[in-house]
């Protein structure tokens, strides 16, 4: 059974940061790209960031770019998002996923699969 299990949400002040951790169980995590996706309060599923399976190419939606890094690490089957410079608009729900397609469609595409763990709050105030 495939589980993602996000943590490192939390309550922050604006320019704050913050680093959200994905924990992966029941799949092959290192063949797997992998996403952070976001949902704002009264808002849609928003792509946030992508990494392909080996850690060597990654993508920003436009709204976080120069931010937010994605990271993972696959021996410890564990996905990363670091979160600098934090803006009221981030304020979020913020789930990790795989990919249902290569990393480098999830800027024309829906690119992950719909399923994900509980997610991490991510609060950020002015």
């Known amino acids: 059974e495939v589980q993602l299990v996000e943590s490192g949400g939390g309550m922050v002040q604006s320019g704050g940061s913050l680093r959200l951790s994905c924990m992966s169980s029941g799949f092959a995590f290192d063949s797997v790209d992998m996403s952070w996706v976001r949902q704002a309060p009264g808002k849609g599923l928003e792509w946030v960031a992508g990494?392909?399976?080996?850690?060597?190419?990654?993508y920003y939606a436009d709204s976080v770019k120069g931010r937010f890094t994605i990271s993972r690490d696959n021996p410890k089957s564990t996905l990363y998002l670091q979160m600098n410079s934090l803006k009221p608009e981030d304020t979020a729900l913020y789930y990790c996923?795989?990919?249902?397609?290569?990393?480098?469609?999830?800027?024309?595409?829906?690119?992950?699969?719909?399923?994900w763990g509980q997610g991490t709050q991510v609060t950020v105030s002015s």
């Open positions: 996923t795989r990919n249902a397609l290569p990393v480098d469609f999830c800027s024309v595409t829906t690119c992950y699969e719909k399923h």
């Open positions: 990494i392909n399976h080996g850690g060597t190419s990654t």
